[in-house]
């Protein structure tokens, strides 16, 4: 049996005041198809809340809540039936009066920890947002690391988190002229422990994700090599951790001038990396669009068999906008890549004819207005 949703219920949540979603248990990948501005990224979104974080649209929680008018924001809850080879659950998440934070439900017991998600569902998730990936903001590009490196080490999203917190108040101390030197020194020792641990992890992961980068499905998804560019990312390839530990401490201590004067640090927070072509040996950003598109592709489908080898779960796949970028011959072989995937794959489009070769096989849905979802006959 695949993993996937059986049913998805929202209520209040983006433009949907309900909806009532039933799948089945084919684990079919399911297209979801309708003009723009009917809803369906927001149905991709709602599931991408049945993991930890922010969602696909890294949204705030307040813009979640279904607009009634000004500084009203109805609770919304996002309920979904899993089924998984091991056993079925049901997750809930959403907002409760008297909490500021989502809450989440797993197999009816309440839990505080995002990261206890993980256990019952993983998924993915590509964008249109993400088509310009390799040639536009760093960060975006961070934070896409980040997420693959969260899915084999769940600790890497505390220390991003207490990291971060520590950097502000680091620089709100120099920024305001408070040099409390035992404050800074307490600072500088949890952005050097949590920075090394980062910049390892990432390392660890996008090492053990070569080896699945390097096996191509087919040619038009390439094999693909992640290079990491960031300052500790770079110096523990070579040196021992303890002596990247004190090179940071020393950087640390440099920057504490620069950046009371409003300059900036550079650390685990600016670290970049770069994707190789490897057909091509030519680096991502250089590539056409569609190339890249496919780049990306093979990232996340090289993910998943990582996933499903060391995790032994495979995350279902959100791909929004599927067809963005990708010429006819690109588009059906993935689909067919797809279709072999132990686990469902939901997608988005304007365009329902680019199923057209796979009738019978990936299960359309026409999204009516942001109120109903019915299955194409
Ligand atoms: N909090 C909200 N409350 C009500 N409506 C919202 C909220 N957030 C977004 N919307 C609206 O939901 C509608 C559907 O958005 P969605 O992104 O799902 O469209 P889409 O079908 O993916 O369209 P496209 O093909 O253009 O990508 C849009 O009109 C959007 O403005
Ligand atoms: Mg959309």
């Not at 009532?20 to 198809?33: I, R």
């Not at 191509?216 to 300052?231: H, K, Y």
């Amino acid at each position: 049996m695949k993993t996937g949703l059986e049913r998805l219920r929202l209520t209040n949540f983006r433009s949907y005041p309900t909806l009532d979603l039933s799948l089945g248990h084919s684990g079919e990948p399911v297209a979801l198809c309708g003009a723009n501005g009917v809803g369906k990224t927001n149905v991709l979104e709602a599931i991408s809340y049945l993991t930890a974080g922010r969602g696909l649209r890294a949204a705030r929680l307040s813009d979640l809540a279904r607009h009634m008018g000004d500084n009203v924001y109805p609770l919304w809850s996002i309920v979904a039936d899993i089924y998984t080879p091991t056993g079925s659950h049901k997750i809930g998440t959403g907002m409760v009066a008297g909490h500021e934070r989502r809450q989440i439900r797993i197999d009816g017991k309440t839990t505080t920890k995002q990261s206890d998600l993980a256990d019952v569902f993983r998924c993915l998730w590509l964008t249109p947002a993400q088509d310009r990936l390799f040639c536009g903001d760093p960060n975006a590009r961070r934070r896409f690391l980040d997420r693959i490196v969260q899915a084999f080490d769940p600790n890497h999203a505390n220390r991003l988190a207490d990291y971060s917190a520590a950097l502000k108040q680091w620089l709100c101390l120099l920024r305001e002229g408070r040099m409390d030197n035992a404050w800074l020194n307490g600072l500088e020792s949890q952005l050097v422990e949590n920075g090394i641990a980062i910049a390892a992890s990432r390392l660890d992961i996008v090492s053990r994700l070569a080896s699945f980068l390097d096996v191509t499905e087919d040619v038009s998804f390439p094999a693909a090599e992640i290079q990491l560019t960031g300052m500790l990312e770079q110096a523990l390839i070579s040196q021992r951790a303890v002596l990247v530990e004190d090179m940071f401490a020393g950087h640390l201590k440099n920057a504490r001038k620069i950046c009371a004067e409003g300059g900036n640090l550079t650390g685990p927070h600016t670290a970049d990396f770069v994707v190789i072509h490897k057909q091509q040996n030519r680096s991502a950003d250089l590539c056409s669009t569609g190339e890249q598109k496919a780049l990306l592709l093979s990232i996340i489908l090289a993910e998943m068999r990582a996933q499903m080898v060391e995790q032994n779960q495979c995350p279902v796949l959100l791909l929004d906008e599927v067809a963005a970028h990708l010429d006819k011959n690109r588009r059906n072989t993935l689909f067919e890549i797809l279709l072999t995937r132990p686990a469902q794959v939901f997608m988005t489009t304007t365009d329902r004819e680019i199923f057209s070769d796979f009738t019978g096989q990936i299960c359309q849905f026409d999204v009516q207005d942001n109120q109903q979802i019915l299955k194409v006959a």
